[in-house]
């Protein structure tokens, strides 16, 4: 559907989003003095602007005073009366601030969310719209919902499609002409052939009946424009007829002279604009609107002397739009319309129904309290929770003012003469709060890293609005517009994605270090407005709240699991984990990981990658992502954040383009086709003079051979982090890894040091988690078979899917020995979707080894191992089999044949 867009104005020079909707006249009594036609537009505007910035993340609104008033004068009640309307009649004060500086007038703007609205308000939809385009019946007469009417009827209308078991597919169709065939009192008369000029109804107008008179002129037009406001209400309602030729008051019929209007092209029309009339559905069944149009001779004196209409019409089981609902955002700084399906997607958003599939998950951020862009976030439970990294990360201290991260601090410090008296400077006035340094907020933000700049520091600071700092070299024309352009990323960010609630701005301040210029620039112009003192951060509480945002900001990636829900959803890396992904990359071009199995070394690869882009200015091709499987190298391309190639083709092909290297799953590589590291780091150190990057993610409990792996030596394994904190399995199939690890570690392949494995005695493990760990022994090849298909068949029914299931051997050649029998097995239980983990994204079960899964995880896996698996890397296979399960791990061994 067409998008329409706002001639409204977004303010590109300010670190928030700023609407100048032109010249409004202000003041009770000047518009009062207004013609009709001109208050309107005016008020049009306004409303416009409020919607999109209320649906957008909150912002501002600059009005141009049209009126010479030189004192302060208020905004206008039909201004106020309809940004009340605008917010569902709540509190004026708790979305909207004002203020008059000399001839601009500014509305501060609130982001939309729902715990701004008084508790007894019962229904709070998720977004603000100008006008919903849905009808509903009451009486005799017809009303417009507003948006808090429409959610509460949408809800109602997907409730009762659920509890009759049929799932709402909220998908947006046209209506067709079917017959209409109820019968009820009103029946027999309206199925007449013809009316008595002048006839007298024998029944009045009620929930169902509406009498409309034809117009005098524009006949067809005005027919048109009666349907799209009385066919959806009954639709909507308890369905109905519209009869039109029939004085409302009177009920006398008058019918439509057959000199003005000729009877089939207005059938044609009537039918036309019903036809085309929006329906969303709630029920597979994807119904039509039930409808019939009659059009019936009016005679006078037995003669013909036009013609009358009766539309009868049943109730609808979804919902019926007279047009396009009105609502507006923000989108790539332009104002434009939400479609039917955006504004339903949103009026409806969410979070997900967890249930079976993500019952070991705890919500950080919920969207029954959040701004409309917000995404779910959810963390496995155990792990810490959002307030818990908030006060290891970014700690409030009582009466105090302190910097984050010191190692940074002290290598800025040491670094740049003069930089720490000119930030000290800045932020004496300030007695409690953090101030929270970056070698560059760009990239943090997902944002490109810009030349010259030595730092930049976020001051969270008690009476104050946030500040970003940005420190330069030198002095540079284009400084103010970097920290805005990165404030400006970072308040959308902290409110659309961190989920922040209240009043926010962010002002900006360019600082130079260089002694030729002057020791710090004036207030950048993200700073000309004058925010009231609600957007400043009055104590702990608001700036803890404001912080927490900020962890889902930094600490939040794109959780698998969006693709099994069909929806997006974020998860927050560890404290550790967010700490490596912090580290100044130009200061660590080379950097070994350990990490134990399920630590999330993959999501880091993942991060890290996108960071590498934004620092270095990297196209996709420049950055090389190595593994040693097939369909962990596939999954990865998909992301199109990299090149990504196995090792093989790493050792065949030259790669003379390629500016930094990540390598993944490192304990499975092998020497056999030469020296891989030797050639990465060669490929890394071209140009001493530009910083490039490799990082190498390996987990030496999940070596799968016992050849050369070709990673250097431990003790050359320089600079090391380790990862200890295991994310991804359920409390069970924790404690078997653990068990496992240990065996691992007192009984290692010879491929491999001894030295790392004692990490498994620092392991953390997410204990809370409920799973499923069975183990079954002596089993036949027809039993193992037997068992998948019947645990498959009752996992399916209790509403898992394919796509969370895999079977896992132990080698490459074991794959098609199961295949065949597994198949079988599946097809008699009605499962036909498998497949091998190359196409792991894919809607069905994969059945491959245990190494080619490497990297990649599944909610259920069943693994099968034959008992004349090698010794020497039983417990590995095991725990690279264990690792790879979420919540359910099978292990079948079959007996020997």
């Known amino acids: ?109 609130k982001s939309w969310s729902t715990d701004a609205f008084p508790e007894d308000i019962s229904v709070k939809p998720r977004i603000c719209s100008l006008s919903s385009s849905l009808y509903c019946r009451s009486g005799t007469s017809v009303f417009l919902m507003d948006s808090g009417k429409a959610f509460s009827f949408l809800k109602t209308k997907k409730t009762n499609a659920k509890s009759s078991g049929k799932e709402p597919f909220g998908e947006i169709s046209k209506v067709i002409h079917p017959d209409l065939h109820d019968v009820d009192p009103t029946y027999c008369v309206l199925q007449k052939d013809h009316f008595e000029h002048g006839e007298v109804m024998p029944f009045p107008e009620s929930q169902f009946i509406e009498f409309k008179q034809f117009a005098t002129k524009h006949i067809e037009q005005y027919t048109k424009d009666t349907i799209l406001e009385y066919i959806p209400a009954f639709a909507n309602t308890e369905g109905g007829y519209l009869v039109i030729g029939v004085d409302d008051k009177s009920r006398k019929v008058r019918g439509c002279a057959k000199e003005n209007v000729d009877r089939d092209s207005l059938k044609k029309k009537i039918e036309e604009a019903i036809q085309k009339l929006s329906c969303v559905h709630f029920c597979q069944c994807q119904c039509q609107i039930d409808f019939t149009v009659k059009i019936l001779d009016v005679l006078d004196k037995g003669e013909l002397y036009g013609y009358a209409c009766v539309i009868g019409v049943k109730r609808f089981c979804g919902a019926v739009f007279s047009g396009v609902p009105s609502s507006w955002m923000v989108k790539d700084k332009e104002v434009c319309s939400l479609t039917t399906e955006e504004w339903l997607s949103m009026m409806m958003d969410t979070d997900p129904d ?123 024309a284009e400084g103010q517009s970097y920290c805005t352009r990165v404030a400006f990323t970072l308040k959308q960010k902290l409110v659309n994605m961190g989920g ?47 912080l927490q945002s900020l962890v889902v900001v930094l600490l939040g990636f794109r959780s698998l699991l969006s693709d099994q829900l069909c929806c997006e959803v974020l998860n927050l890396l560890t404290a550790k984990q967010y700490k490596i992904f912090s580290k100044n990359l130009r200061k660590s071009k080379e950097l070994f990981i350990h990490g134990l199995p399920g630590s999330g070394k993959t999501i880091m690869a993942i991060k890290i990658m996108e960071k590498i882009r934004n620092t270095f200015h990297c196209k996709t091709n420049e950055i090389l992502y190595i593994c ?77 051979h016992v050849e050369c792996i070709g990673l250097p030596a431990l003790s050359a394994q320089y600079p090391r982090e380790e990862l200890t904190r295991v994310v991804r399995n359920a409390g069970q199939i924790a404690g078997y890894l653990q068990r496992v690890l240990q065996r691992v570690r007192k009984n290692p392949p010879r491929n491999i040091p001894h030295e ?111 008992t004349t698996m090698k010794a020497a890397i039983l417990y590995n296979i095991l725990v690279c089999l264990a690792s790879r399960a979420n919540q359910q791990l099978h292990i079948l061994w079959q007996r020997d044949v």
């Not at 800025?412 to 300030?430: A, C, D, T, W």
């Open 1 to 109: 559907m067409e998008k329409h867009y706002s001639r409204l104005a977004i303010k590109s020079s300010y670190s928030d989003l700023v609407i100048n909707v032109g010249k409004v006249t202000l003041g009770e009594s000047n518009r009062k003095k207004l013609q009709k036609v001109q208050r309107e537009k005016e008020k049009a505007k306004v409303i416009q602007a409020a919607c999109a910035l209320l649906n957008s993340g909150g912002g501002v609104i600059q009005l141009e005073m049209a009126n010479n008033d030189e004192n302060l004068v208020e905004m206008g009640l039909d201004l106020e009366e309809a940004l009340r309307t605008l917010i569902l009649f709540s509190n004026l004060q708790a979305f909207f601030k004002t203020k008059q500086q000399g001839k601009c007038y500014y509305i501060f703007v």
């Open 354 to 476: 967890l249930r079976q599939l993500c019952k070991d998950f705890e919500s950080q951020l919920s969207l029954s309290n959040s701004p409309p862009q917000s995404r779910p976030v959810y963390s496995k439970k155990g792990l810490e929770h959002k307030k818990d990294l908030q006060q290891r990360l970014f700690p409030v201290t009582p009466g105090c003012l302190k910097y984050t991260p010191e190692s940074l601090q002290k290598e800025l410090f040491l670094q740049n003469e003069g930089l720490e008296e000119l930030i000290h400077r800045q932020i004496e006035p300030f007695s409690q709060g953090i101030l929270i340094l970056s070698t560059s907020w760009a990239v943090d933000l997902n944002l490109e890293e810009k030349p010259g700049v030595i730092c930049d520091a976020l001051l969270i600071a008690q009476n104050s609005p946030p500040i970003l700092y940005t420190v330069l070299r030198e002095q540079d």
């Open 500 to 546: 922040y609630t209240e009043n926010l701005c962010i002002t900006t301040k360019v600082l130079h270090l260089s002694p030729e210029s002057s020791a710090e620039s004036s207030a950048g112009s993200g700073s000309v407005i004058d925010y009231p003192s609600s957007y400043h951060l009055a104590d702990t509480q608001q700036m803890e709240a404001l």
């Open 628 to 704: 040693e499987n097939k369909p962990l190298k596939n999954f990865i391309r998909d992301k199109d954040i990299c090149q990504a190639v196995t090792r093989k083709s790493f050792m065949k092909y030259d790669f003379t383009h390629i500016q930094h290297i990540i390598i993944d799953e490192a304990q499975n590589f092998r020497a056999e086709d030469g020296d891989w590291y030797r050639k990465a780091k060669t490929i890394t150190q071209r140009d001493t003079d530009c910083p490039r990057i490799l990082w190498i993610f390996l987990d030496y409990f999940q070596t799968s």
């Open 756 to 866: 790392p494995l004692k990490m498994c005695l620092e392991a953390k493990w997410a204990w809370d988690v409920q799973g499923t760990l069975n183990i079954k022994k002596n089993l036949t090849l027809n039993a193992i078979v037997m068992h998948v298909a019947d645990t498959c068949k009752l996992l399916f029914e209790r509403g898992y899917s394919p796509k969370d299931v895999a079977v896992l051997v132990s080698t490459a050649r074991d794959v098609e020995k199961y295949r065949q029998e597994l198949v079988k097995a599946m097809r008699k239980k009605g499962i036909v979707c498998l497949t091998n983990a190359s196409d792991v994204g894919g809607d069905h079960m994969v059945l491959d080894s245990v190494r080619r899964f490497s990297g990649l995880e599944r909610n259920i896996v069943f693994g099968i191992h034959p």
